[in-house]
């Protein structure tokens, strides 16, 4: 499984980013994925999950103002991101697997590129 993210930027506090997350290959191998996203000097962290059946989880800092999303026939997944806040500020990558919840860096078999997320105050 190949994934490609794209969507990153640069967005004052307050403000609205969609991360677009497009998956190749293998797609029967991705059926659970995510978004991790890990900040300078920080672990990498889980974010939000999706399954098939667009049942979803998130991290708690992030519920409410974040929103996972899948369009299956694409094989894409999206992340729309609102009244982000400037610790929100990190590399997200996108994330497959086969196990749900996708919660652990354990349960992920293939990761994206990153895409670079900056909140300014």
């Known amino acids: 499984v190949q994934l490609q993210a794209s969507g990153g930027g640069l967005v004052q506090a307050g403000g609205s980013l969609r991360l677009s997350c497009a998956a190749s290959?293998?797609?029967?191998?991705?059926?659970?994925m995510g978004w991790f996203r890990q900040a300078p000097g920080e672990e990498r962290e889980f974010v939000a999950g999706?399954?098939?059946?667009?049942?979803?989880n998130y991290e708690d800092s992030v519920k409410g103002r974040f929103t996972i999303s899948r369009d299956s026939a694409k094989n894409t997944v999206y992340l729309q991101m609102n009244s982000l806040k400037p610790e929100d500020t990190a590399i997200y990558y996108c994330?497959?697997?086969?196990?749900?919840?996708?919660?652990?860096?354990?349960?992920?078999?293939?990761w994206g590129q990153g895409t670079q997320v900056t909140v300014s105050s």
């Open positions: 994330a497959a697997g086969r196990t749900w919840p996708i919660r652990s860096l354990g349960k992920v078999d293939y």
């Open positions: 290959g293998r797609i029967e191998d991705a059926y659970v």
């Open positions: 999706i399954i098939w059946n667009d049942v979803t």
